[in-house]
């Protein structure tokens, strides 16, 4: 059985930072992509972030990049989610989400990734 599970957000200050994990379990193939997704209150879950095994291939969104970084660990079974100089934009119930790596490009579509974790809420206060 396949489960994501998320930790990390809070309530933080604009301009400060905070650090996503989401650690795995069940994805016994070695070919996993990784993703990270949010959703506002009242909008639709968007991508933020994704990240090959390799760690050497990364896409982010044009919001976030530059300000946050995806990491994983992969024999720690972990994926990372860096979040930097945060905006009140920012404030979202963040979720870790995977997929078998099929794409030739990674992918930013959430219909594109079959295992999600329940989430956790990032607030950025002004």
């Known amino acids: 059985q396949v489960q994501l599970a998320e930790s990390g957000g809070g309530l933080v200050q604009a301009g400060g930072s905070l650090r996503l994990s989401c650690v795995t379990s069940?994805?016994?193939?070695?070919?996993?992509?990784m993703g990270w997704f949010r959703q506002a209150p009242g909008k639709e879950r968007e991508f933020v972030a994704a990240?090959?095994?390799?760690?050497?291939?990364?896409l982010y969104a044009g919001s976030v990049k530059g300000r946050f970084t995806i990491s994983r660990d992969n024999a720690a079974n972990t994926v990372y989610l860096q979040m930097d100089s945060l905006k009140p934009e920012d404030t979202a119930v963040y979720y870790c989400?995977?997929?078998?790596?099929?794409?030739?490009?990674?992918?930013?579509?959430?219909?594109?990734?079959?295992?999600w974790g329940q989430g956790t809420q990032v607030t950025v206060s002004s």
């Open positions: 989400a995977g997929t078998l790596d099929r794409w030739i490009n990674l992918p930013s579509s959430r219909n594109a990734y079959d295992y």
């Open positions: 069940g994805l016994t193939s070695n070919t996993w992509i």
């Open positions: 990240i090959k095994r390799s760690a050497g291939s990364t």
